[in-house]
């Protein structure tokens, strides 16, 4: 068995822009690298597909081009995001491995193209030919860090990830809650609609409570359960402003995030006992899972609401589309 470490991490912000170096990168499922022009859709070749989430590169196929084709090509010249020491990337395409927390999945080839031998003005056409790397589909929320180990050693995963992971950020007809937002002003966010009685803000601002709640609970450290459901619910209709918007979007993804990184746990940890709530319902002690599957179907339902309104407002499906199929 093979074990490889991350040598080097870079992400360019716009297409064409230089890549440059970062210590560290979020991954990101369904999206890409943090900072990255994928994965603010805005990469030369960008499709919303995995294969376009994450490429990677072995070091030591850009030393031996080099050393061949004398082309004197940096590591982020070649526009991967991820170079790679002791990895077989051409062997892991249909295979799962971890980059440092990350899981991911290698999907094809990332063969080098006109457009990179044009920005470099050197052949590597024929200098990376079937040695260019890998694209890879993120699985699993984390941070890649410079030098984390690379391994195809995975641990047991809970059989409901991949449906845990379809509630959280969509696949198909089911939309994806984080993206159905982006498009929405607050003006939007906080218009009523007739015969319903909250807004789009307060049933995200909703959601992140009953999320943030969740999540401590799971780690053993619940806030007080509220005495009545009303608190769970912004009292104010609308945001104050695109800022106030802005910042419970980023919340809202970043708990979904957080949630996502728990859906890849393992088995084990998913089967954890967690804290029952001091107030509300005295059931018998649930584990991670049954409440991690109540927080993914709380949040369908919502975002479903969400997606109704915006359709009623005549904002729906967003430019960027809203099946995903």
């Not at 850009?62 to 062997?91: Q, S």
């Not at 890649?144 to 180990?149: L, M, Q």
Request: net charge neutral; proline share 7%.
């Amino acid at each position: 068995m093979w074990a490889g470490t991350v040598h080097s991490i870079h992400v360019a912000p716009l297409a064409r822009a230089p890549m440059h170096a970062v210590d560290q990168a979020e991954a990101m499922p369904g999206i890409g690298l943090e900072g990255d022009r994928y994965a603010r859709r805005q990469g030369t070749f960008y499709k919303p597909e995995p294969d376009y989430e994450l490429t990677l590169i072995e070091a030591e196929a850009i030393e031996a081009a080099n050393r061949d084709y004398d082309l004197k090509l940096t590591v982020g010249e070649t526009r991967r995001n991820v170079a790679t020491w002791g990895v077989p990337l051409n062997h892991l395409v249909g295979k799962e491995f971890l980059l440092g927390e990350v899981r991911v999945r290698g999907i094809r080839l990332c063969e080098p193209c006109g457009h990179l031998e044009r920005l470099t003005d050197r052949p590597v056409i024929e200098a990376l030919r079937h040695r260019g790397g890998l694209r890879a589909q993120i699985l699993t929320s984390g941070v890649i860090r410079k030098g984390d180990g690379i391994t195809g050693r995975l641990m047991s995963r809970d059989s409901s990830a991949s449906t845990f992971r379809e509630l959280l950020r969509g696949k198909g007809a089911h939309v994806d809650p984080v993206s159905a937002l982006e498009h929405v002003p607050a003006s939007v966010a906080g218009r009523t609609w007739e015969g319903y009685p909250h807004t789009i803000w307060q049933i995200v601002g909703h959601m992140n409570y009953w999320m943030n709640y969740e999540f401590e609970r799971i780690s053993g450290q619940p806030p007080a359960y509220p005495e009545h459901a009303i608190e769970s619910w912004p009292a104010g209709a609308a945001p104050r402003g695109e800022s106030e918007w802005a910042q419970a979007r980023e919340r809202f993804a970043a708990l979904v995030s957080l949630l996502d990184r728990l859906s890849g746990a393992p088995a084990e940890t998913l089967d954890a006992l967690t804290v029952r709530p001091d107030r509300g319902p005295a059931d018998k002690p649930s584990n991670a899972r049954t409440v991690l599957w109540q927080t993914l179907v709380h949040n369908s339902y919502h975002a479903g609401q969400i997606v109704l309104m915006l359709r009623s407002f005549r904002l729906w499906p967003p430019e960027t589309g809203g099946d995903t199929w």
